[in-house]
């Protein structure tokens, strides 16, 4: 059997290994019915939590969309982390004229905790309800019903339910990777979760009841790691039996995206060092479709470049199929989220991830010292 050969039939099982993923996962969770829960038929009271370190800026332009939910029996919790840009002075005016809102500033943090997990650990305490949504200050919820949305995906036997948030579409092709990224990262967790196989979820748009997180120890043996406060608290406690998920597009927040790479990369690096915390069946699942979403482009291109026409037609015939069935997933997650996407730029995109998240990635791993803004 000649090279070629060989790098066309271990292409072709990594087009299935990819196609697995497509056919499990993606294509059920992106044609998924998005139907109305009737699980809180109650109404059950909600605290929003928001942590806020010198996001005075923020606040001022995104506060008063948390406060105006169409929700009855709800609370707004902002925990002003040793801010010094005004804060605190402009949190408590907001507190006089706002019956929603409840502010707790924290002067200093514990010295064996996080600083974001501290803020949380307190806000939580804090909060008079028992489900918990989980937001940030620079987000934005899509609409004045997102606490009701959010909240319907509770019942008696849900504790986590996992959120979708996404970032603004602006010019430019960093701002176009970036909401690529995020809406592969969104697909990879909420398919998996749709599938009851949920390994994480972002806190920007994360609920989970009170007692249940108070049941579970908080953030015991997370406590000293930086990040983890959403994906990691959910790779440990979340189970099939116990995790929803609401993709409603009226349930969906927003966040301005970073304008330089730099910046981006900064972000991402705390967002990626967290994932070797992960349990192993996840890090192997994950790890899995990342290799073979790489591999398929590297034999593709050693094909092209080594192969005959009649084999380069063939691999070209599998990558089209690939490209094909990226686009309609992602085609059908613009309709559903309300979003929208340019989508004859994934392969490019694609391949950019392909690069980012093993270098950027395994860097990240190696980083140590990281901080909370």
């Known amino acids: 059997m000649d090279q070629i050969h060989l790098i066309s039939l271990i292409f072709i099982f990594i087009f299935l290994i990819q196609a697995y993923f497509y056919f499990k996962y993606f294509f059920p969770f992106a044609f998924k019915k998005n139907k109305t829960s009737l699980g809180n038929q109650?109404?059950?009271?909600?605290?929003?939590?928001?942590?806020?370190?010198?996001?005075?800026?923020?606040?001022?332009?995104?506060?008063?969309?948390?406060?105006?939910?169409?929700?009855?029996?709800?609370?707004?919790?902002?925990?002003?982390?040793?801010?010094?840009?005004?804060?605190?002075?402009?949190?408590?005016?907001?507190?006089?004229?706002?019956?929603?809102?409840?502010?707790?500033?924290?002067?200093?943090?514990?010295?064996?905790?996080?600083?974001?997990?501290?803020?949380?650990?307190?806000?939580?305490?804090?909060?008079?309800?028992?489900?918990?949504?989980?937001?940030?200050?620079?987000?934005?919820?899509?609409?004045?019903?997102?606490?009701?949305?959010?909240?319907?995906?509770?019942?008696?036997?849900?504790?986590?339910?996992?959120?979708?948030?996404?970032?603004?579409?602006?010019?430019?092709?960093?701002?176009?990777?970036?909401?690529f990224e995020t809406v592969q990262t969104a697909l990879l967790y909420l398919s998996f979760a749709f599938k009851k196989e949920a390994y994480m979820g972002v806190g920007r748009n994360l609920a989970y009841r009170k007692s249940f997180f108070v049941a579970n120890g908080g953030f015991k043996d997370l406590s000293s790691i930086m990040g983890g406060d959403d994906d990691l608290w959910v790779n440990r406690h979340a189970k099939k039996e116990n995790t929803a998920i609401c993709t409603h597009h009226e349930s969906l927040t927003f966040s301005i995206p970073k304008r330089k790479w730099s910046s981006f990369f900064i972000q991402k690096k705390r967002h990626l060092s967290v994932g070797k915390y992960y349990k192993?069946?996840?890090?192997?699942?994950?790890?899995?479709?990342?290799?073979?979403?790489?591999?398929?482009?590297?034999?593709?291109?050693?094909?092209?470049?080594?192969?005959?026409?009649?084999?380069?037609l063939i691999l070209s015939f599998f990558i089209l199929m690939h490209i094909v069935g990226q686009y309609v997933v992602f085609?059908?997650?613009?309709?559903?989220?309300?979003?929208?996407?340019?989508?004859?730029?994934?392969?490019?995109?694609?391949?950019?991830?392909?690069?980012?998240?093993?270098?950027?990635?395994?860097?990240?791993?190696?980083t140590k010292h990281l901080k909370w803004k």
């Not at 924290?106 to 806000?123: C, E, F, M, R, V």
């Not at 979403?293 to 593709?300: A, D, E, G």
């Not at 996407?341 to 998240?357: A, N, R």
């Open 42 to 179: 109650n109404k059950e009271a909600v605290s929003v939590i928001i942590c806020a370190h010198n996001e005075l800026k923020n606040l001022k332009q995104n506060l008063h969309l948390f406060l105006n939910q169409e929700y009855e029996g709800y609370e707004v919790v902002v925990i002003n982390d040793r801010s010094n840009d005004g804060s605190k002075e402009w949190l408590g005016k907001q507190e006089k004229f706002n019956p929603h809102l409840k502010t707790i500033h924290i002067s200093k943090t514990q010295d064996d905790y996080n600083p974001k997990k501290y803020a949380l650990t307190k806000g939580i305490a804090a909060a008079k309800n028992d489900i918990i949504l989980l937001s940030d200050a620079d987000c934005q919820p899509v609409s004045s019903r997102w606490v009701d949305r959010m909240s319907q995906s509770f019942n008696k036997s849900i504790s986590i339910v996992l959120g979708v948030s996404l970032y603004k579409k602006e010019k430019g092709f960093l701002n176009q990777f970036i909401r």
């Open 280 to 312: 192993f069946k996840d890090k192997i699942k994950l790890g899995l479709f990342h290799s073979s979403q790489s591999l398929l482009w590297i034999l593709f291109i050693l094909g092209l470049m080594l192969g005959s026409p009649t084999d380069c």
């Open 331 to 366: 085609y059908k997650l613009s309709i559903n989220f309300g979003i929208k996407f340019t989508h004859y730029k994934l392969p490019v995109l694609e391949i950019l991830f392909i690069f980012y998240y093993w270098i950027w990635g395994f860097y990240a791993s190696l």
